[in-house]
């Protein structure tokens, strides 16, 4: 089976703009979570999406948004980036909510 | 909320040692898992293990839960297993990982 996969997996953004990232599970995974990774901060959970719905939520500002489509895949979004935004953002599948699986990242940098 | 502390924070050892990492957690959980962050930033799966003990090649795991801590052995290290290692757990009604900080371990030639 193949992992999950994530695009892009580098970017770079200014201030002020907004930012898409992509998620695609592993094949009949429903559940996926997404996690941001800073020095300051460790790896922090932002939200988890199965079966298309917003299951759970970490505490991150309303800028920070996500959904999934009904293929599983999903997508977050953050909206008037700022510095402190500069992360690597993982993604993360699983059948159940149990044993999770990362996939590559994409690593946010924002200037 | 749960508190995850892994120890130590840091680690060097000579190629061919043998290591034991630590994570202790404040709560019972439901699921723990151990992982492997490699140089390019993803999280390498080792270990899947709420309770018991595992063991895949060099490396084995064991989780008391009872006692609320799960230790990681690593045995006859190679340099390719220098990196950061970190604990994670499931609580309560969240479905979601909970980390450690991590143990950063530097195998030297």
């Known amino acids: 089976k193949a992992g999950v996969t994530q695009t892009p997996r580098y970017l770079i953004k200014t201030r002020g703009q907004q930012v898409t990232l992509s998620c695609s599970p592993i094949s009949g995974h429903r559940s996926v979570s997404w996690y941001q990774q800073t020095p300051g901060q460790g790896l922090q959970f932002l939200f988890e999406y199965f079966s298309e719905t917003q299951r759970n939520k970490g505490n991150f500002p309303g800028r920070f948004s996500g959904r999934q489509f009904s293929n599983s895949r999903s997508e977050m979004n953050v909206s008037t980036l700022e510095l402190g935004d500069s992360a690597l953002y993982l993604c993360?599948?699983?059948?159940?909510?149990?044993?999770?699986?990362f996939g590559p990242g994409t690593r946010l940098t924002v200037t | 909320g749960i508190q995850v502390e892994q120890s130590p924070p840091d680690l060097i050892l000579q190629e061919g040692a043998n290591s034991t990492l630590r994570c202790n957690f404040s709560d019972s959980v439901n699921n723990l898992q151990w992982f492997h962050q490699n140089p390019w930033g993803q999280l390498i799966n080792l270990f899947y293990i709420p309770s018991g003990t595992k063991q895949n090649g060099r490396l084995s795991a064991t989780t008391v839960a009872t006692e609320r801590y799960s230790l990681l052995y690593i045995s006859s290290s190679q340099t390719t297993d220098s990196g950061v290692y970190f604990c994670a757990v499931v609580w309560g009604s969240q479905g979601n990982l909970i980390f450690g900080k991590g143990t950063k371990l530097s195998v030297k030639p």
């Open positions: 993360a599948s699983s059948l159940e909510g149990n044993e999770q699986y």
